[in-house]
């Protein structure tokens, strides 16, 4: 069975604080993505990950993977209330290159 | 131009009304979703048309009808729909089935009542 497990689901932080979103996925797979939505909105690519030990970061959010253990993490260092969203991780498993998500993790960023 | 634009971005529509979504892009991109999500829940994928054939049907039921009449034009023929269809439908685009990058569309807020 195709699927991804995320944990948290639910995530309140105190701004300026760190924490990991972790992201597990059933098979093999070349690419991991990192999606955030927002409320009513559409989602936003954050990160492709494309390889094992692959590590991007973009201000204060860094998405690792490691294709072995079929885990990747999405690091928030420094909490600011902008990053309250939901985020959701995918991968790359159907039979036509769609999309498996994760059941999100609803992340909300307090004073 | 990485945009995928969607039409409309809201529907309210009775159950025995007869819609169309719309999505288009002009990336040359030759894959095309429409995924359905539901409050609080990850994307579903319903349909993937690779090369405007259909590829995948996600076992959705016939009052969604897809239409790929062009490699850029995706519409979504909505029928006898139920309350419990009410979700945002996203539509995305890659240049081919397994590419790199998918870009999704702002969505359209379908409500159904």
């Known amino acids: 069975e195709l699927k991804v497990e995320q944990n948290p689901l639910f995530l309140s932080m105190q701004e300026g604080k760190n924490y990991t979103i972790y992201c597990n996925y059933s098979t093999t797979s070349d690419r991991l993505y990192w999606y955030r939505q927002d409320p009513g909105k559409s989602l936003e690519s954050l990160f492709v990950l494309l390889s094992n030990g692959a590590v991007k970061q973009e201000g204060r959010l860094m998405a690792s993977l490691d294709t072995k253990a079929r885990l990747s993490t999405l690091h928030i260092t420094a909490a600011v209330h902008d990053l309250s969203a939901t985020y959701f991780c995918a991968f790359r498993g159907g039979s036509q290159g769609n999309l498996i998500f994760g059941k999100g993790t609803k992340l909300s960023v307090k004073p | 131009d990485t945009e995928v634009t969607q039409t409309p971005k809201h529907l309210v529509m009775g159950m025995t009304n007869k819609k169309s979504l719309k999505c288009e892009q002009h990336m040359g991109h030759r894959a095309m979703y429409w995924y359905k999500q539901k409050a609080k829940k990850p994307p579903e994928l319903m349909f993937v048309?690779?090369?405007?054939?259909?590829?995948i049907n996600e076992s959705v039921p016939s009052r969604f009808s897809p239409e790929c009449p062009n490699s850029s034009l995706l519409n979504l023929h909505l029928h006898a729909l139920q309350p419990e269809d009410s979700a945002l439908y996203l539509c995305?685009?890659?240049?081919?089935?397994?590419?790199?990058?998918?870009?999704f569309g702002p969505g359209t807020r379908l409500t159904v009542t």
């Open positions: 048309y690779s090369y405007e054939k259909l590829s």
């Open positions: 995305a685009s890659s240049q081919g089935p397994f590419s790199y990058e998918q870009y």
